[in-house]
Every structure is written in structure tokens, then in C-alpha cells.
């Protein structure tokens, strides 16, 4: 990484991206006055600073006039034609708006995006580039390639190394062909090549083509001409069909002109063109790797009987990936500083794609945002098919009304107005200009946006108005010096968050404004003083629709968690939470320390207890190995660790240990908790309750309904498990798999095991499934382990030849006996069927067919299971046993009884 390239200063106490670039003449006339050095070293201040912008989000450019001009003045032409390549010849004014304040000149920059309704032939990248650095041949000229050429060429040469290496040691495509025979022995080049001496004057009988180009010798700085020029022209010639590169040939004459032997030596020019080739970046697709295959030759041009000088040709052979001249230039902002991209972080981002669902498994999800229309730095949100999409969400959560504006949650409105005097009239006060929008109040923005939460803030409101930028105000107890501080970042964080993950592609800033509250204080706004800049009337929100976009892509920000789907995919994928399950999250931790959270099979109940505990981290300021995450098995336990938010045990480990350092407990799975070593309730209840002034959070999540055996749990009775949450929206399953979990429910409560509550039961009447979703389920019955074997290989090898990856399957059997009863065969049918090999549950992360126990995989999910012979000691929980078996299943479900 190049230091000079991290030196432009950035301002982190305004509530966006700003960046200071110095001094810098503007006003065409100005600007042509300057040296061309100094014109240029302004230039690429301002360049550098754009394109990070555009791929950061979006932000401003701020400049001091080093003209002294007073009057309104223009950027200049050269200036405004640099930022129009760097957004690839679009409307200047899309991404870019100035404004000019005294002697201080800003630029505002929009984030880079693609067209959400794409022109015939357009193309946005995803990302902004001042060069891609590849180039190809065309015709006799060595082109730069465009974003979108690079896009093209990249991809195809992707396929072509897959298509390969699936065919290996097929016949050379057509393009190889071609390529062989334009530097075979039958190119007259080659004969050139192969000489040792040539006549001085001679005239090549051979023009210039895409595979051959001429070059003189520059008459001073030799070698650096010549290495220079290696760059651009290896580059092309790699990239395309390979050729030759003469130095010392007149282009229009085709005359052998050389280079005086006085001026030149061989051994050292060789030398100086091997370092300049080494240097080329190089990209593989391809499991060989080789370099790049390139030869040069000095030939000695002589003048009748006497040396005279030097010809040089390189020859290049097609290159089997891709060669860059050097790498990319391409900026982001990274933490401080605005830096050049890598060529691996600019080839990741160019080549960034909505992931690739196998068919039937894409049906089962709906797009929320895609990356083809998103700016930079986003991901993919999908939610599964028949869940409320972004715009309803949106209308539920955070609804525009027509004319007037709405406070929301109107439950939370009450509650600080109630408890804090005057705050209505404050906030009253600070709206009232605004006639649409909605004002969205929170106890703590920072913590909504996975900031810690600062003691002394009453609340945070959000205006989202029209004809007004998004207004961030904070409300202060007391005035404080870190009161501005914490608006201003909570004010840049969300901005940051609605573009770089919410997808917003508007014009968008947000102003950070901070009350006081205190009798003693004049209740009066103090402006951000990080905000003296005017930004555009672009930047308002000009009606409901834009309201509406805007607080879509705020759903995504306080709703979009890492969705289990990732790792299957290899790629990061959000998915939403419902807004049942949002409103349970949105939950005052203070006044909720305790909670006993009732969740249906599928229902999400694993992940709102992650999110949780990110939450407490924020609310509490306390470190991950402060909260405590307890289940029953160990495959449940290790997968939550990974996530590195907290300190995971089973309960065995719970009950065996000291925890003196931990604060919070989250329980989940806890119906299938057992008494055996102790009251773990208790013992929970001691710990998270031991700081009088300031008792830690215990949150419970658990389903009777998948209770798998029937000794005492030791949950305190269905009465006593107060406060109480519900979860009865069912997001996992199938149809054609929920219909079977509904059917093992109705005949558990017509005859439920002794310890169900009965009271537990009427959940299944409030019971919703989010209906839409294809899959299958199978039950097979009277099958010797033989056929079971064979069929679960058979059917995992159709699933594999249809996109899906031996990750995707589990294979589920009763107990830890009948893992190791299954094991050798399974493992034999599987490698016979190129399937791959077995894991237990233990390695969720492994490209694996998992086999373990229904039990062990509690809590777990895939989209194919296999469930063998489910069975238990008493047949009064076996309904039990195969709701926790089948709710696993996400898609495919199959059952040998």
C-alpha cells in the first residue's frame, strides 16, 4: 500500500464522510494558468477523494480556494471532466453537486450504485474505478479495458478455468487454436525471432496486427522507455491471443531502425525488461497457476559488415488468467483514511454477484436487496418466501402518514413523556415546520445501530420529514461535552448504515441535532457544530415515495442479521427478522432483564437469542466473556461460539463450573433441560441477580413441543415464567414439512406427556406459517439398513448434481449408538457416490454430510434431512421426537420409520 495514498485528511467530527483536500485552484481560467505538475497533483487529490467516496458510501469533498477569488467560480473543465470518467461518463450532477461557502468550495458525492432500471447496454460496476489496468489487443492498437470490458473478460476467463478443470485434458478450445497458430512457426514473426543478426533498413515483410506491433527505440532514457512501455503491452498481449512486441522497427515504414549499439546494452536490457514482466500483477482462476510465459531476443542489426546496434522482441504467450499492468486505482475509505484497493479487494468487489441458489432452493426465498442495483459495500438481503417483505415491514413498523407526522412506537412516546416533563414541548418545538413524516423515538439510536449506549441520553428521536434532510436529535439530561460526540457518530453511523447496508441509492445525509432537557438550561437546539455546511435541495426528501425508499432501507439496517445461509453459500447473506420477532428485540432491556420467551418449531428462536446478546454488549458495555450462553448439546454450544458474541456452554458445564466473571445469561433450547446435576434455574437466577444495584439479564427461550424426554426440566411452572414473550411466526419449514409438524402438534395436545403444561398448548391456536415455500417431505417404512444406506447416498447424489453442496444434508438418528451403528456404511455408500465424507454435528462448518443424534442437533438446521428409525423409550414423547426431527428440515424431509 502506498503511504502518499492514505494522506488526505479526513474530519471525523461531522455526521458523514468528509474529506479535506487541501488547497485547490479552481475556475477554468485559473486552472489553465497553473504548471502541469501542479495541475495534476491537484487533480488527483480531488480524483482520489471521489473515487472513495463513491465506493464508501458517499460523503463530501472539502476544499479551500487557493485562488483568491470571492466571486461564485466554477471547478474547472479539466476537473469536471476527471470526475465524469470516474463515473464512466454519466450525468455529472447524479453523483456529484458543488456548493461554494466564502473560500471553502464543496463537493458532495452520492454512493456509487447500479441503475435499480437499467438502460439497454447500460452498466454500473460494482465498483468505481480511475482505471481498471487491464488491457487487450484490438485490431493494431493496445485498448484500456472499460469497467464493463473488464466485468466481461473476467467472468468469462472464471468460466473457462471451471470449465476446464471439470474437463480436464479436453481438446483446446477454438480461441487456444487460434492462439497457438498466431505465435506458431508459421507466423512470419516467429522467423524474426528465431534470427541472430539483421540488416539495418530492412523492411519487415509482416505488418503490424493484433498479434504483432512495432515500436522505436525512444532516443534518450532507453530503458526507461522500454520499461514503461512493458507494462500496457505485455498486459494486452497476455490478455488477448499472445504475440510479439518489436522494439527498433519503424510502425508506418516497417523499416529495422534499431538502436545504436553506443547507446544500449544488451545483457543489461534484457535485465531491465525480465524486473519490468516480473512485476506485472497476475490473477489465476486456475488450480495450476503458472506465470506468465514471455521470451525476449536481441537480435544485432548491422550496417553492412559492421555492427550497428540492437532489435529487441519479446514474445508473450496468451496468458491462461489475467495479467494487470499494475494494480487497479481504485480508493476507499478505511477507517481514517482513504486507500488504494488491492488487486484481491478490487477483483472481489468487481466480481461481487448475488449468490447462486440452487433452482429449487432460490424459489424458496424472495429477493429484499439485490447487489446488481446496490451501492458498494452492501450485501444481499433475502427473507423466505410468504415472510413480510421490506415494504411491508416498512408500512408496519415506521408507516408515512398522509399530511400530518407520527410519532412511533407510540407506546415508548407515552411512556418518556410521561416520565420526563417538558419533553413533549421540546420535541414539539423542534418539528413543528415539518407537516409529513414520521418521528421514530428510541431510548437509544447508538445501541439500534450496534453502538454502545451513553448514560445521560433521555432518548433519541429520528425525523424522517418532507422536504427536509433526516434529522437525528439527541436529548440530554444535562448538558455534556460528549453529548455532541455521541450524536454526531450516531448521526454518521446511520448514515453510513442506510447506504452501505440498507442499499439506500438517494442522496442522503443526516443532520445531528442535540437538546437539553435541564430546568436550568434555555431547552434550546444546539445545532451540530459539525454541520456548516448547506448540503443541496437533492438531498431533502421530496415526497412519500422517497420517505417510504428511505425507511425501507432502514428496516433492512435495524431488522438484517447474518443469516445462517452464508456459510452454505460461502458468501454473506442477510435475511430480515419478522416483525413479531423485532418487537420482542426492541424490548427495554433495563425494565426486562427477565424474559421467558415461548417459541413455536422454527420460529427463530436461536437467532434472536444471538441478537440479543449483541444487544446486552451495547446496552450493558460489557465484553463478550461478561454474557453467558447455555443450551443442552455440545454441537448447538460450539457453533454459537463460533460467532465470538459470548462465552457458550452446555448446561453439564454450567452446573460444573464457577462463572464469578459472568453478568448475563441467555438459555436456550431450555424445555430439554434436565435436573440431574442441579437446579440450573437457580443457579442462573443467583448469578445474573448478585449485582443488586444493577442485576444482569436472564432471557429463556424454549418449546414444549419439542421437549425430548420426560424428566422434570426444571423450569419454574407455566404460571411463574413471567414476563412471557411469544413467538408464533414460523419462518424454516417447507408447506409440505410444516403440515407435518402441525399434524404431531395436534396429537400432542390430544394427548400431551406429563411434563407439557397444558396452559403451554393453546400457542399452536395463535400459530402462523408463512405459506409458499416448495419442498417435500417422505415417510418410508420397513426399510433394511441397506436400502436406507443406498437411498440416502442415491438421493444425496441427485441433490449435489442439482446445486446443492454435502453441507446442505443431515442424516438423523436416535441416539449416539445408532451413529456409530450407521457409520461405516453410510461413509462406504457415500464415497462410492462421490458425495463426499461424514460429519458429526459437532462440525457444522464443514463442506460435510452431517450423522449424529436428533437430540445433538437441537437447535441446528439444514435443508435436507434424513431422519432414521426416531424413536424413544417411552412412545408418549415420540410426537415430540419427530416435531424436533422434522423442524430441522428446511426444505427436504424424509423418514424411515
Same mark, same amino acid.
Given at each position: 500500500m502506498e503511504a502518499n495514498h492514505c494522506s488526505l485528511g479526513m474530519d471525523l467530527s461531522y455526521p458523514d464522510l468528509v474529506i479535506d483536500v487541501g488547497e485547490v485552484t479552481l475556475g477554468e481560467e485559473n486552472r489553465k494558468k497553473l504548471q502541469k505538475t501542479q495541475r495534476n497533483q491537484e487533480k488527483a487529490r480531488v480524483i482520489r477523494a471521489a473515487c472513495a467516496l463513491l465506493n464508501s458510501g458517499g460523503g463530501v469533498i472539502r476544499m479551500e480556494m487557493a485562488n483568491k477569488d470571492e466571486r461564485p467560480i466554477e471547478m474547472g473543465l479539466d476537473l469536471e471532466e476527471s470526475l465524469r470518467n470516474l463515473i464512466q461518463d454519466q450525468y455529472l450532477q447524479a453523483f456529484f453537486e458543488t456548493k461554494q461557502q466564502g473560500r471553502c468550495f464543496y463537493i458532495f458525492v452520492k454512493s456509487w450504485s447500479g441503475d435499480p432500471v437499467p438502460k439497454h447496454g447500460s452498466f454500473n460496476s460494482r465498483i468505481c474505478s480511475l482505471s481498471t489496468s487491464l488491457y487487450c489487443r484490438s485490431g493494431t492498437s493496445v485498448l484500456p479495458m472499460s469497467s464493463r470490458k473488464a466485468f466481461d473478460f473476467l467472468k468469462t476467463k472464471e468460466i473457462e478455468s471451471k470449465y476446464n478443470l471439470i474437463n480436464e485434458g479436453s481438446p483446446p478450445s477454438k480461441i487456444m487454436k487460434a492462439v497457438y497458430q498466431n505465435i506458431s512457426d508459421s507466423n512470419p514473426a516467429y522467423k524474426v525471432f528465431q534470427t541472430d543478426t539483421i540488416e539495418y533498413g530492412e523492411i519487415l515483410s509482416f505488418p503490424e496486427s493484433p498479434s504483432i506491433e512495432f515500436k522505436q527505440f525512444s532516443t534518450d532514457h532507453i530503458q526507461q522507455y522500454v520499461e514503461n512501455i512493458i507494462p500496457e503491452y505485455i498486459s494486452a498481449f497476455a490478455n488477448t491471443e499472445g504475440g510479439y512486441l518489436f522494439i527498433g522497427v519503424d510502425d508506418k515504414s516497417r523499416k529495422v531502425l534499431g538502436c545504436a549499439k553506443s547507446k544500449v546494452d544488451p545483457n543489461s536490457l534484457k535485465n531491465v525488461i525480465?524486473?519490468?514482466?516480473?512485476? #506485472?500483477?497476475?490473477?489465476?482462476?486456475?488450480?495450476?497457476?503458472?506465470? &506468465?510465459?514471455?521470451?525476449?531476443?536481441?537480435? +544485432?542489426?548491422?550496417?553492412?559488415? +559492421?555492427? /550497428?546496434? /540492437?532489435?529487441?522482441?519479446?514474445?508473450?504467450?496468451?496468458? @491462461?488468467?489475467?495479467?494487470?499492468?499494475?494494480?487497479?486505482?481504485?480508493?476507499?475509505?478505511? +477507517?481514517? /483514511?482513504?486507500?488504494? #484497493?488491492?488487486?484481491? *479487494?478490487?477483483?472481489?468487489?468487481?466480481?461481487?454477484?448475488?449468490? *447462486?441458489f440452487p433452482p429449487d432452493f432460490a424459489e424458496a426465498f424472495e429477493s429484499q436487496l439485490r447487489l446488481s442495483d446496490s451501492p458498494s459495500l452492501c450485501r444481499p438481503v433475502y427473507s423466505k418466501k410468504g415472510l413480510e417483505h421490506k415494504a411491508d415491514l416498512q408500512r408496519h413498523l415506521f408507516p408515512v402518514p398522509p399530511g400530518h407526522l407520527r410519532y412511533t412506537p407510540e407506546s415508548l412516546w407515552k411512556e418518556l413523556s410521561s416520565q420526563h416533563e417538558g419533553l413533549q414541548e421540546l420535541i414539539n418545538k423542534q418539528v413543528q415546520p415539518f407537516s409529513q413524516g414520521i418521528v421514530i423515538l428510541s431510548?437509544?439510536?447508538? &445501541?439500534?445501530?450496534?453502538?454502545?449506549?451513553?448514560?445521560?441520553?433521555? @432518548?433519541?428521536?429520528?425525523?424522517?420529514?418532507?422536504?427536509?434532510?433526516?434529522? #437525528? /436529535?439527541?436529548? #440530554?439530561? *444535562?448538558?455534556?461535552?460528549?453529548? %455532541?460526540?455521541?450524536?454526531?457518530?450516531?448521526?454518521?453511523?446511520?448514515? %453510513?448504515?442506510? &447506504?452501505?447496508?440498507?442499499?439506500?441509492?438517494?442522496? &442522503?445525509?443526516?443532520?445531528a441535532k442535540v437538546l437539553c432537557l435541564s430546568p436550568e438550561s434555555s431547552a434550546e437546539a444546539l445545532e451540530a457544530a459539525v454541520s456548516p455546511m448547506d448540503y443541496p435541495a437533492s438531498y431533502s426528501l421530496a415526497g412519500t415515495q422517497h420517505m417510504e425508499a428511505l425507511l425501507q432501507s432502514l428496516v433492512i439496517v435495524l431488522l438484517g442479521f447474518r443469516s445462517l445461509l452464508s456459510d452454505q453459500l460461502g458468501c454473506e447473506v442477510l435475511n430480515l427478522l419478522t416483525a413479531q420477532q423485532y418487537e420482542i428485540f426492541s424490548k427495554n432491556l433495563r425494565k426486562n432483564r427477565e424474559l421467558f420467551v415461548h417459541g413455536l418449531p422454527g420460529s427463530g428462536k436461536t437467532i434472536m437469542a444471538m441478537k440479543i446478546m449483541e444487544k446486552i454488549r451495547n446496552v450493558f458495555h460489557c465484553e463478550a466473556e461478561r454474557i453467558l450462553y447455555v443450551c443442552e448439546n455440545q454441537p448447538l454450544r460450539n457453533f454459537i461460539s463460533d460467532k465470538k458474541i459470548c462465552q457458550a456452554e452446555t448446561r453439564k458445564t454450567f452446573m460444573r463450573e464457577y462463572f464469578d466473571h459472568i453478568q448475563h445469561i441467555i438459555i436456550d433450547e431450555a424445555q430439554n433441560f434436565r435436573t440431574e446435576d442441579g437446579d440450573w434455574y437457580g443457579k442462573a437466577k443467583t448469578i445474573t441477580q448478585r449485582e443488586k444495584d444493577c442485576p444482569g439479564v436472564l432471557w429463556i427461550f424454549l418449546d414444549y413441543f419439542q421437549t425430548s424426554h420426560l424428566d422434570c426440566s426444571g423450569l419454574p411452572l407455566l404460571s411463574a415464567q413471567y414476563p412471557r414473550e411469544e413467538l408464533t411466526r414460523v419462518v424454516r419449514n417447507a408447506d409440505e414439512i410444516a403440515e407435518y409438524i402441525q399434524q404431531e402438534m395436534q396429537l400432542i395436545i390430544e394427548n400431551p406427556p406429563v411434563n407439557i403444561p397444558h396452559g403451554y398448548l393453546a400457542i399452536l391456536s395463535e400459530a402462523k406459517w408463512a405459506p409458499g415455500v416448495s419442498g417435500n417431505k417422505k415417510i418410508i417404512k420397513n426399510w433394511t439398513m441397506e436400502q436406507i444406506v443406498t437411498f440416502v447416498a442415491d438421493t444425496c447424489r441427485l441433490f449435489i448434481e442439482r446445486g446443492y453442496s454435502p453441507k446442505d444434508v443431515a442424516v438423523l438418528v436416535s441416539t449416539t449408538r445408532e451413529v456409530e451403528h450407521y457409520w461405516h456404511e453410510l461413509s462406504k455408500a457415500l464415497r462410492k457416490k462421490r458425495v463426499g465424507c461424514l460429519s458429526d454435528a459437532s462440525d457444522m462448518s464443514s463442506d460435510r454430510v452431517i450423522l449424529d443424534s436428533v437430540r445433538r442437533f437441537s437447535g441446528l438446521e439444514r435443508n435436507i434431512v434424513f431422519g432414521i428409525h426416531p424413536r424413544t423409550t417411552d412412545p408418549a414423547i415420540l410426537p415430540n421426537i419427530l416435531i424436533c426431527l422434522a423442524s430441522r428440515a428446511k426444505q427436504y424431509l424424509y423418514i424411515f420409520l
Open positions: 525480465a524486473r519490468a514482466i516480473s512485476k #506485472l500483477p497476475i490473477v489465476h482462476f486456475c488450480f495450476s497457476k503458472p506465470p &506468465v510465459e514471455c521470451s525476449t531476443k536481441i537480435i +544485432e542489426v548491422f550496417r553492412g559488415k +559492421e555492427l /550497428y546496434g /540492437y532489435l529487441c522482441v519479446i514474445k508473450v504467450k496468451a496468458f @491462461c488468467c489475467v495479467v494487470f499492468s499494475e494494480a487497479p486505482r481504485s480508493w476507499m475509505v478505511k +477507517e481514517k /483514511y482513504v486507500c488504494p #484497493l488491492t488487486i484481491e *479487494e478490487w477483483l472481489e468487489k468487481m466480481m461481487d454477484a448475488d449468490p *447462486e431510548r437509544s439510536w447508538a &445501541v439500534d445501530l450496534n453502538l454502545q449506549e451513553k448514560p445521560g441520553v433521555i @432518548c433519541d428521536a429520528l425525523l424522517i420529514a418532507r422536504n427536509s434532510t433526516p434529522i #437525528l /436529535y439527541t436529548v #440530554l439530561r *444535562e448538558l455534556d461535552a460528549e453529548g %455532541q460526540d455521541y450524536c454526531t457518530l450516531t448521526a454518521f453511523t446511520l448514515k %453510513q448504515n442506510l &447506504v452501505n447496508l440498507g442499499g439506500y441509492t438517494g442522496k &442522503v445525509c443526516v443532520r
